[in-house]
């Protein structure tokens, strides 16, 4: 068997299988310093120190040139800011504060120094805006160019998980959908690169990191990012919850601009488009009403989650009725 048979996340689940510890909660050893609080498989993995109420979160991420960017839509700066921005998003998902990176670069013997430059201006912009630090990291020949960050975070609440979501729970975002989708399709269109609200979602995205403390502070525990897209995302939320979720197409929240310029698929890019590193999340009502509160405007409750077959995720109109969208979120082993 190949992985692409398996795709993604099938072979994920393997990987899952082979290095699982014997779960959340557990430590190597009677007398373990820590304890993990969060296993592989959610958006970080966590350890809670028994020497102080700490929770530290540690996250990696690969980018690999002709696979996750090209200099036409990623420009070495933008591409420094987004690896470290998807590695945010990661902590952010959790309800915790970015902390130390390590930068495994593999680079192409012709590469130019002054691209290399800017690589490193676009990550210490980023962690400088969020607090973070660049403490270390790997430098390798390779064929072609990659990035890999490696990420803690650390919370002194628990964290939010992707285990936590329970029929009657609403699930709502963080923020608006699609934008990220939007703006590589503009740049991906020919001529003069474009510069538009959308193109700005996709080279600099910017994590939600005060939100997601927000809702932990609010009671939320159940939340992940939105890197894959927000249908597939859900799908997956709900899987590892096992239960399923109903959103309305009406009540996704997205820009004007990607509305105005893809008034025929807009919706498709909103749910399947991915990269837009805003929060999913879920909770009751009560709990909801509070989180919302705290979060911008541009945040909205979009649906709830519902019995039936895991991780099976429902699109409806607003009169209820279920409709059919095309696309489907990111998978890096199937074509």
């Known amino acids: 068997m190949r992985i692409s048979d398996l795709g993604e996340f099938g072979l994920i689940e393997l990987v899952q299988h ?5 779960g959340a909660g557990t430590g ?3 007398d373990s310093p820590y304890r993990i609080a969060v296993d592989n498989g959610d958006d970080a993995a966590a350890i809670t120190f028994s020497q102080a109420p700490v929770t530290e979160f540690y996250t990696t991420d690969t980018m690999v040139d002709g ?6 839509t990623t420009p070495w ?3 420094g800011w987004k690896a470290i921005a998807s590695n945010i998003s990661d902590v952010a998902a959790m309800g915790g504060d970015p902390a130390a990176a390590l930068i495994t670069l593999g680079l192409p013997s012709d590469t130019l120094v002054a691209d290399v430059e800017e690589l490193y201006a676009g990550m210490m912009e980023i962690c400088g805006e969020y607090g973070a630090q660049i403490i270390g990291g790997d430098m390798v020949r390779s064929p072609v160019a990659f990035i890999t960050v490696a990420l803690t975070g650390v919370a002194s609440g628990n964290p939010m998980i992707r285990t936590a979501a329970a029929p009657g729970h609403l699930v709502a975002v963080s923020g608006p959908v699609g934008g990220s989708a939007g703006g590589l399709r503009q740049l991906l269109s020919g001529g003069n690169p474009i510069q538009s609200d959308l ?16 809702l932990v502070a609010s009671g939320v525990t159940s939340a992940m990012d939105v890197s894959d897209g927000l249908a597939d995302d859900l799908g ?15 009540r996704v929240p997205v820009l004007p601009s990607l509305k105005h310029s893809f008034p025929d698929d807009w919706l498709n890019l909103a749910l399947y488009g991915g990269e837009d590193y805003v929060l999913l999340f879920t909770a009751p009502e009560d709990i909801m009403d509070a989180a919302i509160a705290k979060l911008p405007e541009t945040a909205a409750v979009i649906g709830e989650i519902i019995h039936g077959e895991a991780g099976t995720v429902t699109i409806v109109d607003a ?4 409709i059919n969208t095309t ?9």
């Open 18 to 22: 082979w290095t699982r510890s014997g």
């Open 28 to 30: 190597a050893t009677l």
């Open 67 to 72: 696979i996750h960017f090209t200099a036409t």
């Open 77 to 79: 700066r933008d591409l």
């Open 199 to 214: 193109v700005e979602q996709h080279q600099r995205p910017r994590p939600h990191v005060s939100p997601g403390k927000a």
């Open 236 to 250: 997956k939320l709900c899987s590892a919850s096992v239960v399923a979720a109903r959103i309305s197409a009406d």
């Open 319 to 322: 009169s209820g009725d279920p």
């Open 327 to 335: 696309g489907a979120g990111w998978d890096h082993f199937v074509g």
